[in-house]
């Protein structure tokens, strides 16, 4: 496996920044939400939705990412 985290040469984030992001998250606030979270930290906002979805990340937030083919029963 290779580099998680921080130690991956591509991380845009420290483990402290992405705790900071899923405690401060309000969707319904505007200075709190995703929308203005990547616009202060100067990312996308789907980068954020990452986190808080436990797409990235997961294993510093212990979110798991549901993938929706398996969220629909047949």
């Excluded at 505007?30 to 202060?40: F, V």
């Excluded at 990235?56 to 969220?71: A, E, L, Q």
């Amino acid at each position: 496996m290779g580099a998680r985290g921080e130690k991956h040469p591509c991380a845009r984030f420290t483990e402290r920044e992405v705790i900071s992001i899923v405690r401060r998250y309000k969707y319904w606030h505007p200075k709190d939400s995703s929308q203005a979270m990547a616009r202060e930290k100067k990312c996308q906002q789907a980068s954020i939705w990452q986190i808080l979805n436990g797409r990235s990340w997961g294993h510093v937030t212990g979110r798991k990412f549901k993938h929706i083919v398996n969220m629909i029963k047949n």
